[in-house]
C-alpha cells in the first residue's frame, strides 16, 4: 500500500480537472500528519506535507468542522497524563498549535460545543474509556485550564459481551441542532444525552436511548429528509460489538429533552452478524445524502489485510435503512472514514496498514469505485494493538 497514484480520475469524472485539498492524519507515534491530495486531468497525488506533535504520546482523534481552520485533537495515553491540544491549519496545510492542557489521559473522542468566541465555540466535550468518563472543559485550551464538569458512570453488572465489565464512553458528538451532546457507551449499551447551556457549557443529564444487550455503541451519524430541520431526523449507531448499525428515532418535545427510540438493527455483513470474522470489529458510521457507511475492521472479507465497507440505502420518507454492498477499504483495520464535502471522495484511515486511501464516490448512487490514490504514513500498526494511524478528516 505505498504508491500514491492510482488511477485517472478523468476516466471517472468524479472531480473537476483540478482539484486540491488538505486532510490531516494523527498516528499513535505521536504526530499529526498534513496530508496535500491532488487531481489533475490524468491522475492523482497524495502527499505527506508536515507533521505537528503537541497532543500528547497517542493522539487518538481529530476534530475539525467544515469550513474552519481549527482542528482538536485527544490523546489516548493510559499512563495517567494526556493531553487536549488546539491547531490552526495554515493554507499550506502545515499546523500550528493554539492551545494545549494536561488531562489524566485515556481520552478516545471528543468534540467542542457551546457559544463562544473560539472557532463559534465555547467548551470542549471529551470521554474516557476505561476510566468510564465525560469531562468538559472551557476553550481556549490553556496550560491553566481546569476541568468545567465531569460525569463518572456507573453500571449495575456486566453486560453480555466481555469487554462491557465497566461503562465505556466512546464518543460525544452533538446534535445537529446543538443543543443536545450525545455520548455512546460501548460498555453500557446506551446513548446518554445531555443538554448544553450554550452560555456556561454546563450538561444535564437527560435519559438515555437503550441499545440491545451486547450492542457495544460506539459512534453515530444523524440524518434527516430536509437539510436543516429535525422532522423526520434519524440517528445511526455503529455497533462495535455487535458488528451492526442501529437506526433511532430522534425525538425533540416542546419542553423537556431529545429523546431515542431504537427502530432498526442491521448487520455490517450480508449475511448477518454472524458472518462476522472472529477478532471483526465495526468502527466507524458516516451519512452522505440518503447513503449510510460504516467501516469493518479485522474482517478481511477482500483478502489478507483487506477489510470492508458497508453501504446501506436510505428510505427518504422513513429513514429506514436497507444492505446495500460491500466494497474494498484498501485498508486493514479502518479505524476512521471521512467523506469530502462534494461527496465524490472517501478517505479511509487504516489504523494497522497505517495508510490513508482515497476513494472515488458516487454521489447520485452512493456506491464506491476504484482507489483513487493512497499513502503510507509513518510506521505500520500491530494487528488488534492501540498503534498505527488514528484518524483521519478532511480540510476543507
Not at 441499545?211 to 430536509?226: I, K, L, S
Not at 467501516?295 to 458497508?310: I, M, P
Request: charged share 15%; hydrophobic share 35%.
Amino acid at each position: 500500500m505505498s504508491s500514491s497514484k492510482i488511477l485517472s480520475l478523468a476516466a471517472l469524472g468524479l472531480v473537476p480537472k483540478v482539484y486540491g485539498a488538505t486532510l490531516l492524519a494523527s498516528h499513535y507515534t505521536g504526530e499529526i500528519f498534513s496530508l496535500s491530495f491532488n487531481a489533475g486531468e490524468s491522475d492523482a497525488a497524495l502527499a505527506q506535507t508536515s507533521s505537528a506533535a503537541g497532543c500528547g504520546t497517542l493522539p487518538a482523534w481529530l476534530h475539525i468542522d467544515s469550513g474552519s481552520t481549527t482542528a482538536y485533537c485527544v490523546d489516548e495515553d493510559w499512563n495517567g497524563s494526556g493531553m487536549l491540544a488546539s491547531y490552526s491549519v495554515d493554507t499550506d496545510g502545515s499546523l500550528t498549535q493554539t492551545g494545549q492542557l494536561n488531562t489524566s489521559g485515556a481520552s478516545v473522542h471528543g468534540t467542542p460545543y457551546g457559544g463562544g468566541d473560539e472557532d463559534g465555540y465555547g467548551f470542549i466535550a471529551t470521554v474516557q474509556y476505561d476510566p468510564s468518563t465525560l469531562t468538559t472543559y472551557e476553550l481556549p485550551l490553556t496550560e491553566g485550564s481546569t476541568v468545567l464538569q465531569q460525569f463518572k458512570f456507573n453500571m449495575s453488572e456486566p453486560g453480555p459481551n466481555e469487554r462491557q465489565n465497566a461503562p465505556h464512553p466512546h464518543a460525544a458528538q452533538t446534535d445537529p441542532t446543538g443543543e443536545y451532546l450525545l455520548v455512546p457507551d460501548l460498555g453500557a449499551d446506551l446513548i446518554r444525552i445531555f443538554s448544553i447551556d450554550a452560555a456556561t457549557g454546563k450538561l444535564t443529564a437527560c435519559e438515555p436511548g437503550q441499545a440491545d444487550p451486547g450492542d457495544g455503541p460506539r459512534h453515530g451519524a444523524f440524518w434527516a429528509p430536509e437539510a436543516g430541520s429535525t422532522v423526520g431526523q434519524k440517528l445511526y449507531t455503529v455497533n462495535e460489538l455487535g458488528n451492526s448499525v442501529s437506526a433511532w428515532t430522534v425525538s425533540y418535545p416542546e419542553s423537556g429533552c431529545l429523546s431515542l427510540e431504537k427502530t432498526q438493527t442491521l448487520s455490517t455483513y450480508k449475511d448477518g452478524s454472524s458472518a462476522a470474522p472472529n477478532g471483526s470489529k465495526a468502527a466507524e458510521v458516516h451519512v452522505a445524502g440518503n447513503f449510510l457507511y460504516a467501516a469493518n475492521r479485522a474482517d478481511e472479507t477482500f483478502g489478507a489485510q483487506s477489510d470492508s465497507l458497508v453501504t446501506y440505502a436510505i428510505e427518504p420518507a422513513s429513514g429506514e435503512i436497507s444492505f446495500v454492498e460491500a466494497t474494498d477499504a484498501h485498508a486493514w483495520f479502518p479505524r476512521t472514514f471521512a467523506i469530502n464535502q462534494a461527496g465524490d471522495l472517501v478517505a479511509v484511515g487504516g489504523q494497522t496498514s497505517s495508510n490513508v486511501a482515497i476513494i472515488a464516490r458516487d454521489p447520485e448512487t452512493g456506491r464506491l469505485g476504484d482507489l483513487v490514490a493512497n499513502l503510507q504514513v509513518a510506521t505500520a500498526g500491530t494487528p488488534q494493538q492501540e498503534d498505527g494511524l488514528s484518524a483521519v478528516v478532511w480540510v476543507e
